[in-house]
């Protein structure tokens, strides 16, 4: 591939620690040819693809959110439930979405970080807020359909 397909070639990058979506993932990658590219900071059992990509980064702090961040480009996708690298990666112009099938987008990503940031700062100061709600199939099915979306999109725009 030369070097200016390199640069217009969807890919996509997983914050795979805790991440429940990595099989779909998977299948959507499979149908379109994507590479992905699973970062973690520590080793995890993955599928043997060629196009499937373990990267094991050092357990320093962020060390697999700044590894993304580094590499989030247009014709990207990042998938990860983590405000704050959703941000850096929305930034830099990548699609980005969460395992429940919510995109985040530049419009959003303002109100989502205050959000998160209220919800730490109450957790610290021992207020009781909950967890986030169970992971249900029906998110699993948005984020199956938004993937897909995503990428199509992404073929029309002239990524691929």
Known sequence: MSAAGAST???VYIDADACPVKDETYRV?????????????????????????????????????DWIAERARPGAIVVTAD?????????????VLGPNGKPFSESGIGLALATRNLMQDLREAGA????????????????????DRIVVRLKRAGFG
């Open 9 to 11: 070639a969807i890919v």
């Open 128 to 147: 009781i807020t909950g967890g986030p709600k169970p992971f249900s199939a029906r998110d699993r099915s948005a984020y199956l359909g938004a993937l």
């Open 83 to 95: 405000v704050p690298l959703a941000s850096r990666c929305v930034k830099a112009g990548a699609e």
């Open 29 to 65: 990658a499979a149908r379109y040819g994507l590479h992905v590219y699973v970062v973690a900071n520590s080793v995890m059992a993955l599928h043997r693809e060629p196009w499937i990509e373990r990267v094991v980064v050092s357990d320093g702090f962020d060390a697999a959110d």
